[in-house]
């Protein structure tokens, strides 16, 4: 606790009765030119200074920061709270109980593992939208999916009781980032520290990547990997350096026609073009008073998106309204005030603060549009949409063949299908790469439907029509936007295609109640948007499966068919295994594509269908207004909504109630479980570390190529029988159909660790046009091509070590602890790449893997590297002597697998460890180790 106060920073606020003990930022010289994130960041050092970790220092670089400088001053950040999901959160708990008895191991105390800072989870990630289009949709999947996780979530009822000051939402609440803005985000944090009550800005991180939605409230938080967050829990400072800010000034109002979803797309765009990864990007100006309290959210959860670290709004009396309508207390939005006044976090929209890079958008240039077909980032705009989705198919497949218009296919009796005549079929010939597939193939293709119609399917077509994610499913704007559209489209007598799937996935209860309130559930379920649950669903690959019909015309002719996502994620083999291209687009234009069926498809000039009268009906007939939208919102929300679904939070329903919870300080391991196992971290672990090592006789265990993302690295999605993971669950008993996804069996690193690297789309150059998680085993003769954990298997029985050969961005994507976990417990000790995107390359340190860069303007491909050498690094040593070397040298000779007369290739790789608290842990053999060694 702070025990230094050079700066006099201490003081007393009174709000109501209650006074607080605050720490005044107007203490330190040069607060007033901050941007609102560094007074946030101010604060919380005037607060920790200890002199030894946070010093005066620190805090003075602070209040004289040059907005234009490169970042390098390094300063320890304590956020108030860490916040969690289910699937990132479990192996955060399995650490801890895990911890507990390693502390026992060493003569300590377990019950000194607890969380120091509040902990919250929210279970979120683990409903899969099995069925669809049907009302018990959501009873069923709720049922199954207490009986694919019923493991893990005893074991998370057992954490709840076990550890204080940690709390878990339970499953069929809501999303983790909606419940974080709607009821745990207090804007203002006060807490009793040392007896006194303090109050301070509330600051969190979390391990998803969009807990950047928390920032439209003004609350400083970004995602981090698990592994970081189990340091916060356990009181460690988060090491950053103090970042640059952009500016970002938003001027004029969003026009007709026009959501929330269409302002992110262009802001990503914009962004991702200019360059922010690893700055904070502020939003300031006289536009945003006019923004609502949702659409900030919305922009702010698209941080990472646009790649910054966070996206912030100020508070103002937007954040104060809200608070009052989500049920906050009267004491708690009077302190907001209070304190956000005192400490100058207050917007005014006169005083412009120093910015590092200035952007500006006028809300009012803003056009309707959709990303895809695999990157955020790829913004189209609308009326280009059909022309752009033509040029990007011919990447998917072979499209030399005219579409079918899906838009005028009619569904035929079963008995009279259109059929291609046999001349045509052999003009439509085209050889398919799965071997279940006939030799010749037609496209397009007729479908017979479960009902006995049948239908035609083509390239575009949109099997997939989503309402989901974090995004989008907390706004009411664009989430009654979609339910206006769809009761103008049931007035007309429009129908979703039959060949879509079609799911709605809202972000908290709320929405079903003010679904219910303005009248507009029967509209959205006459379209087939049935609720399926209440949590991340098609957005982290928890689609569920096509209409099966659907998916083995898809596999048959190898159809390049597309889903439709309010997400904010739509990487390749994301998605679902069977839809090639995915693109993001907002919760109305999600319904118009589930009546367009297929994204060859142009809104202005091809109609939905025909209404009654036989009439056509375009996407501007059925557009909702703006000023019915607000009505709308003005009369169908209100805060006794949201106390009463947010009274007993925590309490789940009975199903949750009456999981059976094991009791006691340390978690009784069950031996058979294939969901919870008691990782091999801290096996063999002493007090004292051993020394670090220089890497020689190194093998490539995989030369990757650009934006190679964390997707593509940890294991996610469905687990395929034929893999090593699905091999290892049939071992030990398990059937094929409960084998459950990846996520939810993060528990169980035997899981993890062999699927790992294991994406259907890796593209590992070792290999010539082979796509997956393969590998060519070195330790073989010749070298065959096999699975990357069995060549990880036989490399380490022989005490090889392994690197990987990486492009740019290498790691972008969401925190995934196991993208680090994994890629230690396959024996990597190095990861050299041309650059890295913040989370993943700090994870790699917290397991003890060395992160590397080539040197400036080279790559593998330019020095000569083909993944067939011998790799020596020396200089790690230096670690050692309590400094961090800038480089180590990297010898890459040619082994019997090499090419011809290649010669030896010798170079000096940045070393990124980048703060001396990531070189402590890399010393300590990882975060966790380090964190240990000081509890005991």
């Known amino acids: 606790m702070s025990a230094v106060n050079s700066f006099g920073a201490k003081d007393t606020l009174r709000v109501g009765e209650t006074d607080y003990e605050v720490f005044r930022i107007d203490s330190v010289e040069g607060y007033d030119k901050l941007p609102f994130s560094l007074k946030v960041l101010l604060e919380n050092l005037l607060r ?95 049922e199954i999916e207490y009986e694919r996780n019923g493991e893990r979530y005893q074991f998370l009822r057992w954490g709840q009781t076990a550890f204080d000051d940690f709390k878990v939402v339970p499953p069929g609440t809501g999303i983790v980032h909606q419940v974080n803005i709607e009821h745990l985000a207090k804007v203002t944090y006060d807490r009793t520290v040392d007896g006194v009550l303090r109050a301070y800005p509330d600051t969190c991180v979390g391990t998803d990547s969009h807990t950047t939605m928390v920032n439209g409230l003004g609350v400083l938080g970004w995602g981090v990997g698990g592994i970081e967050a189990e340091a916060a829990m356990l009181g460690q400072p988060v090491s950053m350096l103090i ?71 100020p508070i103002d009396d937007v954040t104060l309204d809200y608070l009052r309508l989500t049920g906050r207390s009267e004491q708690q939005v009077a302190l907001v005030e209070a304190y956000s006044k005192l400490q100058h976090l207050w917007h005014d929209a006169d005083h412009e603060p120093s910015f590092s890079e200035y952007m500006e958008l006028d809300l009012g240039t803003v056009v309707p549009s959709i990303a895809g077909p695999k990157r955020p980032q790829d913004r189209i705009v609308l009326s280009e949409a059909k022309q752009q989705f033509e040029v990007d198919l011919g990447n998917y497949a072979d499209s030399d063949h005219d579409l079918v218009d899906l838009t005028t296919a009619e569904s035929f009796p079963a008995s009279d299908p259109p059929g291609l005549s046999p001349e045509d079929e052999n003009n439509h010939h085209e050889h398919h790469h799965h071997s279940h597939a006939p030799a010749t193939i037609s496209r397009p293709t007729t479908v017979t439907a479960a009902d006995g119609g049948s239908y035609t399917l083509d390239h575009g077509a949109v099997t997939i029509a989503a309402i989901t994610s974090c995004t989008n499913t907390s706004n009411p704007s664009v989430m009654l936007a979609a339910g206006l559209l769809a009761r103008n489209a049931v007035k007309k007598g429009l129908k979703a295609k039959p060949w879509v799937k079609t799911t709605l996935a809202p ?17 959205l379920e006459a379209l087939g948007f049935y609720t399926v649950g209440y949590g991340c669903t ?126 006691g300080a340390t978690f009784e391991w069950d031996a058979e479980s294939t969901y919870v196992r008691k990782p091999p971290y801290f096996e063999g672990m002493t007090m004292e570390t051993s020394p670090v090592v220089d890497i020689s006789g190194a093998r490539v265990l995989a030369k990757l190529g650009d934006s190679v993302t964390t997707d593509h690295i940890s294991p996610a999605g469905n687990i395929k029988a034929d893999s090593p993971a699905g091999q290892y669950l049939v071992e030990h008993g398990v059937d094929r159909k409960d084998f459950n996804s990846y996520g939810s069996r993060r528990g169980n690193h035997e899981v993890m660790i062999r699927g790992t690297f294991a994406n259907i789309r890796l593209k590992n150059q070792l290999l010539d046009g082979v796509e997956g998680g393969y590998t060519r085993d070195f330790t073989q ?39 680090a976990k994994g890629t230690n417990l396959l024996g990597v000790k190095a990861v050299i790449t041309e650059s890295f995107e913040r989370i993943h390359r700090s994870n790699l340190i917290g397991m003890g893997v060395v992160p590397l860069q080539f040197p400036a303007g080279e790559s593998a491909d330019s020095l000569g590297l083909d993944g067939t050498e011998i790799v020596s690094i020396a200089g790690i040593e230096e670690l050692n002597n309590g400094s961090t070397p800038k480089t180590v040298h990297v010898t890459a000779e040619p082994s019997e697998f090499s090419p011809e007369g290649k010669q030896t290739v010798e170079f000096d790789a940045v070393v990124r460890i980048d703060t001396p608290g990531e070189a402590d842990y890399y010393r300590n053999g990882g975060i966790l180790q380090y964190v240990l060694r000081s509890l005991v």
């Open 48 to 142: 920790t200074e200890d002199g030894k970790n946070v010093t005066q220092q620190q805090i003075e670089a602070l209040g004289s920061w040059v907005p234009e400088a490169e970042p390098d001053t390094e300063i320890q950040y304590t956020p108030a709270r860490v916040v969690m999901q289910d699937f990132t959160g479990v192996p955060c708990i399995v650490d801890l109980a895990t911890m507990r008895e390693a502390v026992e191991a060493l003569g300590g105390d377990p019950n000194k593992i607890n969380p120091l800072a509040p902990a919250e989870m929210v279970i979120d990630h683990s409903v899969i939208a099995d069925l669809f289009g049907t009302e018990n949709a959501l009873e069923r999947n709720v």
């Open 243 to 313: 970042p640059k800010v952009v500016g970002f000034k938003l001027s004029g109002s969003i026009p007709t026609g026009v959501t929330a979803t269409d302002v992110v797309l262009t802001i990503t765009d914009m962004l991702r073009k200019h360059g922010v990864v690893g700055k904070f990007v502020e939003f300031y100006g006289s536009g945003v008073a006019s923004v609502p309290l949702a659409n900030r959210a919305t922009i702010g959860n698209m941080s990472p998106e646009f790649g910054s670290t966070a996206a912030m709004f």
């Open 507 to 523: 972000g908290s209860k709320v929405v079903t109640d003010y679904y219910a309130k303005a009248g507009l559930t029967d509209d």
């Open 538 to 663: 098609t957005c982290i690959g928890n689609s569920g499966p096509l209409i099966e019909e659907v998916s083995a015309a898809v596999q048959e002719n190898d159809l390049a068919v597309t889903a439709v996502l309010s997400g904010n994620r739509n990487f390749e083999g994301r998605i679902n295994p069977d839809v090639k291209m995915n693109y993001l687009a907002s919760p109305p234009l999600v319904i118009a594509y589930s009546l367009a069926g297929s994204m060859n498809f142009d809104f202005e000039t091809d109609a939905l269908g025909t209404d009654t009268d036989g009439n056509d009906v375009f996407l501007k007939d059925i557009w909702p207004d703006a000023s019915e939208v607000q009505s709308t919102i003005d009369s169908s929300i209100n805060e006794a909504m949201f106390t009463e679904q947010y009274a007993s939070v925590f309490e789940g329903d009975e199903r949750w109630r009456n999981l059976p919870t094991p009791a």
């Open 781 to 819: 003769e010749g070298g065959p091509q096999s699975f990357i954990y069995d060549a990880s298997q036989n490399y380490q029985a022989a005490g090889t070590p392994l690197v990987i050969f990486g492009g740019k961005e290498y790691g972008s994507g969401s925190s995934r602890d196991w993208a």
